[in-house]
Nanobody
């Protein structure tokens, strides 16, 4: 049974930083592309970042490029999202997810089969 558990969310002021973690179990973690998505109240879930299985390929939404960094530690079955220069518009529930398909649609939420429960990130102005 695949389980994903996010942590590291919280309340931070504009310009601050947070590091999210997602611990995976029940799968051979190193074989899968991993992604981060977020969903703000009243909005659709949107792609944030993704990372390939050997960490050589990363993808970012334009809205976070240059501020967020995705990384993974295959020995710890964990994917991270380092978020710097946070803005109020980054406020959302952040989810990690597993992509078993390796298509070009790394940005599409239906590309991902397993999801964590989410962690709340709130950026105050």
């Amino acid at each position: 049974q695949v389980q994903l558990v996010e942590s590291g969310g919280g309340l931070v002021q504009t310009g601050g930083s947070l590091r999210l973690s997602c611990a995976a179990s029940g799968l051979t973690f190193s074989r899968y592309r991993m992604g981060w998505f977020r969903q703000a109240p009243g909005k659709e879930r949107e792609f944030v970042a993704a990372i390939g299985w050997i960490s050589k390929t990363t993808y970012y939404a334009d809205s976070v490029k240059g501020r967020f960094t995705i990384a993974r530690d295959n020995a710890k079955n964990t994917v991270y999202l380092q978020m710097d220069s946070l803005k109020p518009e980054d406020t959302a529930v952040y989810y990690c997810a597993v992509d078993p398909y390796f298509s070009s649609r790394y940005y599409a939420h239906d590309e991902y089969d397993y999801w964590g429960q989410g962690t709340q990130v709130t950026v105050s102005s």
